[in-house]
């Protein structure tokens, strides 16, 4: 059973990408959940230092392996650990601190689309006029779900920080995904090892304002909880599946699963914190979604 699960079949990467998935939908309610429990920056942080902590001593013998890879190809690891997993998230959780677990994993469905205008901005990559029309479309779609189907939210400047802030970080990942084809020819774990210490070395400073700045976990089993959770299952676990998934299919196929966290979160958000979905959900990551199929094509 594991040496089929290690093998590089696009199955494997599919099954991978859809528990990835389902892990980040849970991360998006720990961030939600969080708000008022666990300062947002120091969750990130914990997350970080925590995965880090982890997965050092196993990836030991791998980063012994592979020290001349990563010492010669240090400034893009150095910028893959700040992007995708350093800033990446720790926007995600100041989103979520002001805006609900629908609005914040719709709007990272966005990704896909904004990967093919990363790769043609970062890349001169060449979009052609059905990937631009898929990219207004999906843009549309964002566009529904920070006005929250009501356009007087544009005439008052009425909108939720939360939103604009997870657009940003979206927008990060993207440029995250497609940065990954320069990812030197390292080992998974070394990969991880290094990404995430990285993380946690960049949000430590800011965990310490928060804590400067009077703000404290509330010491609960939840709290524990939830902080294991992102370490654990968000980070170690869901991290590293899909930087296989992305060794095995690429990362423009790759990015289109992350439309399955919208779903999952959702039905996390409606259990688990009673957020019942609106109509402007549907229209906006109906949106998003054609979209995507249009860009795909």
Known sequence: MISKLTE???????????????????????????????????????????????????????????????????????????????????????????????????????????????????????????????????????????????????????????????VLATAIWAAYTTLLRFRPAISTLSFAAVTYTIAAVTNLPLALYEYADGQRIVETWAALCAIAYTAVFASLVAYYLYARSVEIIGGTRTGAFIHLIPLFASAMGLVFLGETPEAYHAAGFGLILSGVWLAAR
């Open 8 to 166: 590089r079949s696009t199955s494997n990467a599919y099954l991978f990408l859809t528990l990835t998935m389902l892990l980040w939908a849970g991360n998006h309610v720990i961030g939600r959940w969080a708000a008022g429990n666990i300062p947002p920056m120091t969750l990130a942080f914990l997350r970080w230092a925590g995965a880090a902590l982890i997965v050092l001593p196993l990836a030991w013998p791998s980063l012994e392996r592979d020290r001349t890879a990563i010492v010669g190809n240090w400034r893009i690891l150095l910028i893959l650990g700040l992007l995708g997993s350093g800033c990446y998230n720790t926007l995600q959780y100041i989103a979520l601190n002001e805006t609900t677990v629908a609005n914040a994993a719709i709007i990272n469905s966005w990704a896909p689309v904004l990967i093919a205008g990363a790769a043609a901005a970062l890349f001169g990559d060449q979009l052609s006029a059905r990937q631009i029309s898929g990219l207004a479309l999906s843009l549309a779609g964002v566009a529904v779900i920070i006005l929250r189907g009501d356009s007087a939210t544009l005439t008052q400047m009425a909108f939720n920080r939360g939103d604009l802030v997870m």
